[in-house]
């Protein structure tokens, strides 16, 4: 998983806005659209970008198609967090080295 | 005396703590941390600009004085503010807000504390911290939308409490 497209996802006050409303309870699109201010084909796009990083998945309910949160996509996110900064410090510890080798 | 306390909005998110021992004074280990900024930190993997597929990161400057602007700059010459320096105290500490991808309000903060191990050693510890300035302060709460941040920060949370 590519954690830059979880951050990537969550970037947007909408998509954010979405996963405040699914956080309720799984839905459908059309249930998402009429809750918050935005139009259905907008909806769609962000619930695409949200499956996509692995936040939502999309599941039948007989006839319909409901969204649901899925908490393994946002599990990763704070160990990339970790990541991060595990990589930036090892990376100022390697410039010192290297200097002091000069 | 009663104190007066702002009770917090949202969840308590734990810090993300970091450390690593280098061979250096406290003073050497700060000093090579703000002069070299630019050279030292991993730009092409870890920018603003890295994560988007038509721009590429080109530099990244810190101006290690109070007040002072963490910004990475693009092949298009766009600057893009990371932060703000809040405290520069040499050979001790460095503290800035944290807003890299995000606006200035929903700034975390992260702080580098320079502590001796010995006359040539020290530990540099990382807290990046402030995690609920994302939903109280964010976009989506001026928006009056429901609190998406606050929903995915006790996501974080529960993962971080669980790993």
């Known amino acids: ?9 969550l970037a947007n006050p909408t998509r954010r806005a979405i996963l405040g409303r699914l956080r309720g309870g799984a839905c459908s699109a059309g249930e998402i659209g009429s809750t918050l201010t935005v139009t259905q084909p907008a909806v769609s796009q962000h ?11 999309q599941e039948r309910a007989g006839t319909r198609r409901i969204y649901r949160v899925d908490p393994a996509g946002l599990a990763g996110l704070y160990d990339w967090l970790g990541e991060f900064w595990d990589d930036a410090l090892k990376s100022y510890k390697e410039a010192m080295e290297a200097d002091d080798r000069n | ?40 930190w ?94 109280e302060n964010g976009q989506s709460m001026r928006d009056g939308y429901s609190t998406g941040w606050d929903f995915v920060l006790e996501q974080l949370s529960n993962a971080y409490a669980s790993g």
Not at chain 2, 8 to 28: E, H, L, M
Not at chain 2, 43 to 57: C, F, G, I, N, T
Not at chain 2, 75 to 103: C, F, N, Y
Not at chain 2, 109 to 133: I, K, L, Q, S, Y
């Open chain 2, 42 to 135: 991993p730009l092409a993997k870890h920018s603003v600009s890295a994560m988007r597929e038509d721009r590429q990161p080109v530099a990244i400057t810190l101006e290690a004085k109070v007040g002072g602007r963490i910004f990475e700059r693009d092949d298009t010459g766009t600057e893009i503010e990371w932060g703000l320096v809040k405290v520069a105290a040499p050979g001790d500490r460095l503290v800035m807000s944290w807003h890299p991808g995000q606006s200035a309000d929903e700034a975390t903060e992260v702080e580098f504390r320079f502590v001796a191990t010995g006359p040539d050693t020290c530990r540099v510890e990382m807290e990046h911290r402030d995690w609920h300035n994302l939903s």
């Open chain 1, 1 to 9: 998983m590519n954690y830059e497209v979880t951050i990537d996802a």
């Open chain 2, 1 to 40: 005396m009663t104190e007066t306390k702002t009770a917090p909005a949202a969840p308590a998110i734990a810090p993300i703590n970091k450390a690593i021992d280098v061979s250096r004074s406290t003073t050497d280990a700060y000093d090579f941390f703000v002069g070299n900024f630019s050279h030292w």
């Open chain 1, 47 to 57: 619930l695409k970008v949200l499956r996509q990083a692995g936040i939502v998945r």
